[in-house]
T-cell receptor
Framework: KNEVEQSPQNLTAQEGEFITINCSYS?????LHWLQQHPGGGIVSLFM???GKKKHGRLIATINIQEKHSSLHITASHPRDSAVYIC????????????FGQGTRLTINP | NAGVTQTPKFQVLKTGQSMTLQCAQD?????MYWYRQDPGMGLRLIYY???????DKGEVPNGYNVSRLNKREFSLRLESAAPSQTSVYFC???????????FGPGTRLLVL
């Protein structure tokens, strides 16, 4: 069983819809990261959070430490949001490496 | 600032050949990482360097070696390439371990 699980694996929606991607983790973590991988392959960090909620433009990330769960929301989705969204947890131990989920492929149709 | 740069962008090797993937960052980051990404597997850590002068194995280190040449540069070497090493390789850096990581554009490697 992966230590970081994402759902759904694939998500297709229409432009304008509210999008939610979920991430559950089983390890003790010091932080939770959300990353975006563009269709061209580049990877960009969107958020790093250890509690509560963060917002950047139309993207919102939340985390519930007790439930070991995080969500990434996209409001008013747009075709340019189409990408793979990756959740990663920084473990407490050692050098605090990232443990990655398998990613959620999001497609927004016009 | 260029951020994290990687060379080459694409490489084809024959089984048994060797090569070095280069990575450099200009953000004065202490920590650097090498990952591989395979379909359906997600990103997996090969090696990392928490700070200049140190390197440690990640999840999938077999068949690879690394050198943290200086604070800026972290190279990944395949001594004898195998088809199982066909993958996309990403280098990343962060100010310190556990902090936001910045990724390079990736190197697509095909081993025949």
């Amino acid at each position: 069983k992966n230590e970081v699980e994402q759902s759904p694996q694939n998500l297709t929606a229409q432009e304008g819809e509210f999008i939610t991607i979920n991430c559950s983790y089983s390890v003790g973590i010091s932080a939770l990261h959300w990353l975006q991988q563009h269709p061209g392959g580049g990877i960009v960090s969107l958020f790093m959070l250890s509690s509560g909620k963060k917002k950047h433009g139309r993207l919102i990330a939340t985390i519930n430490i007790q439930e070991k769960h995080s969500s990434l929301h996209i409001t008013a989705s747009h075709p340019r949001d189409s990408a793979v969204y990756i959740c990663a947890a920084t473990d407490f131990q050692g050098a605090q490496k990232l443990v990655f989920g398998q990613g959620t492929r999001l497609t927004i149709n016009p | 600032n260029a951020g994290v740069t990687q060379t080459p962008k694409f490489q084809v090797l024959k089984t048994g050949q060797s090569m070095t993937l280069q990575c450099a960052q200009d953000m004065n980051h202490n920590s650097m990482y090498w990952y591989r990404q395979d379909p359906g597997m997600g990103l997996r850590l090969i090696y990392y360097s928490a700070s200049e002068g140190t390197t440690d194995k990640g999840e999938v280190p077999n068949g690879y070696n690394v050198s943290r040449l200086n604070k800026r540069e972290f190279s990944l070497r395949l001594e004898s390439a195998a088809p199982s090493q066909t993958s996309v390789y990403f280098c990343a850096s962060s100010r310190d371990s556990g902090e936001t990581q910045y990724f390079g554009p990736g190197t697509r490697l095909l081993v025949l």
